[in-house]
């Protein structure tokens, strides 16, 4: 195989989702489509690379001459709570949903022994920050449910504990489990289950 073909699907390959032969059907595709495929993505590319960046207040994504983001700076949003999420992808997933309209706060992860990620290298002291400087009422925190992200969600509950003060101390939920959308009970695993029915609300 030659050799620019081979590190276009090794590089290929690297991205989530795309595995070995996956990312040999993409590279074809673009080499054989250029001016349809190639060209455009190179275009892209370079676009996003040299556009997009972190907003320094939320940390999600946003373009370089728009800082603070427009989810930040949106007047209509409600400023006093704040929905914390794992990575800048989950800030799109939910505002997607159309629930939830406050202001949002990526960690950069989540805590893992195995990763070497301890707390020092989420922006966990950034959120502590902006409790005390915005008059932040309550942290909704939006994390995975494995084991790694319970233990992000019980560090933080600890950490934002009578924070700022044993007075006035933030308010911190978490979203409810339960079922999957059109989804049924034959199909739930036991936890999801366990957790469905301890967090049960009203019919």
């Known amino acids: 195989m030659i050799e620019p073909l081979e590190n276009l699907m090794r590089t290929l390959a690297k991205l ?3 595995g070995q032969r996956s990312a040999g059907r993409a590279a074809l595709a673009l080499l054989r489509e250029q001016e349809r495929l190639l060209v455009p993505l190179v275009s892209s ?3 996003a690379r040299d556009t997009v960046t972190y907003c320094p207040q939320c940390g999600a994504f946003t373009q370089k001459n728009q800082i603070p983001c427009s ?5 209509s949003r409600s400023s006093d709570i704040i929905c914390v999420v794992e990575e800048p992808a989950d800030v799109l997933t939910v505002d997607a949903s159309g629930a939830f309209k406050g202001k949002y706060h990526v960690l950069g992860g989540k805590l893992s022994p195995v990763k070497h990620v301890g707390p020092e290298k ?3 002291s ?9 008059n932040i009422a309550e942290i909704l925190l939006a994390l995975s449910t494995d084991m790694e992200g ?7 509950v600890e950490t934002l504990r009578n924070f700022p003060s044993p ?3 933030v308010k911190v939920t978490r979203l409810a489990f339960g079922l999957p959308a059109d989804s049924g009970v034959a199909y739930s695993d036991p936890l999801t289950l366990k957790r469905a029915i301890l967090h049960r609300c009203d019919a």
């Open 122 to 124: 989420l922006r966990i």
């Open 150 to 156: 319970d233990a992000t969600v019980g560090y933080i």
């Open 16 to 18: 989530p989702g795309l």
């Open 126 to 134: 950034e959120l502590k920050d902006r409790i005390a400087r915005e």
């Open 167 to 169: 007075s006035n101390a």
């Open 71 to 75: 989810l930040c700076s949106n007047p």
């Open 45 to 47: 590319l370079t676009n």
